[in-house]
């Protein structure tokens, strides 16, 4: 039902920046938080950050706080992730995701239900 496309990955140097983008379908996005996660292979797939429906609350995991942000345009039926001061462990495969119902600020895996094929960050040392 719902459809989530992410963009903006690529190549970065460690200490550079990067937005990502995920723009959604399927149904009315400003009702819903969304959230980022990322997998790096090898590792299991681990909580980014999370906003909630109407960007009034915004939740990073322990690693990214303070250097990554987590916003949404609910007009353009779109959540970024602008990433700052990059490191090589930040490197992976960064997908959004969106809940079936209504939590607030959902940041376990299982809160989530639709998810996007996942954009690549490599981080260079």
């Known amino acids: 039902q719902v459809q989530l496309v992410e963009s903006g990955g690529g190549l970065v140097q460690a200490g550079g920046s990067l937005r990502l983008s995920c723009a959604a379908s399927?149904?009315?996005?400003?009702?819903?938080?969304m959230g980022w996660f990322r997998q790096a292979p090898g590792k299991e797939r681990e909580f980014v950050a999370a906003?909630?429906?109407?960007?009034?609350?915004?939740f990073h995991a322990n690693s990214v706080a303070g250097r990554f942000a987590i916003s949404r345009d609910n007009a353009k039926s779109t959540v970024y992730l602008q990433m700052n001061s990059l490191k090589p462990e930040d490197a992976a495969v960064y997908y959004c995701?969106?809940?079936?119902?209504?939590?607030?600020?959902?940041?376990?895996?299982?809160?989530?239900?639709?998810w996007g094929q996942g954009t690549q960050v490599t981080v260079s040392s």
């Open positions: 995701a969106a809940p079936r119902g209504s939590a607030y600020l959902p940041s376990l895996e299982n809160d989530y239900y639709y």
């Open positions: 906003i909630s429906k109407e960007s009034s609350s915004t």
């Open positions: 399927g149904r009315t996005f400003s009702n819903y938080a």
